[in-house]
């Protein structure tokens, strides 16, 4: 992960804002965390699909997830999925889907994304790039 000065002007109340990272990398969840904290957000962070739906749909506040698409249990692909059966929690959050080749992400997945305005970025994650697509979802949000 590149970590160049941040010259973005974020929310000046983030901490307000929760992130929830799910991704089964653990040392991909840890760096985006102590980022993320650093400017002032609550992070969340969940290993897998399985465990990132219970804490989206257990969310009582607006989120960004940050989704990856590839992980055991159950994909990003499949949380998408998930969260389109249940339009109300998947319009609550706004979404950043991350992932190593923007092919994994499945066609019919990709229409959600296009209906739901669900964001992607590729791996690796640079963090200027993130932070702008926060700011975006934070404007979406809020």
Known sequence: MNRKTNTLE?????TSCQIIIIDDEENIRSAVKLILEDE???VIEAEDGVA???????????????LDILMPRMTG??????LANNPKILQKHAYIVITATLRRIEPDVV?????????AMQKPLEVIK????????????Y
């Not at 974020?10 to 983030?14: G, M, P, S, V, Y």
């Not at 989206?56 to 506040?61: A, D, L, W």
């Not at 229409?111 to 964001?119: D, E, S």
């Not at 993130?130 to 949000?141: A, D, P």
């Open 111 to 119: 229409k959600l994304m296009k209906q739901f305005n669900i964001h």
């Open 40 to 42: 002032g957000f609550h």
């Open 10 to 14: 974020l929310r000046k109340n983030n």
């Open 77 to 82: 692909n499949t949380v998408i999925r998930e």
């Open 130 to 141: 993130l932070l702008s697509m926060i700011q975006i979802c934070l404007e979406q949000l």
């Open 52 to 66: 990132g739906l219970a804490a989206i749909m257990k969310s009582e506040t607006p989120s960004i997830v940050l």
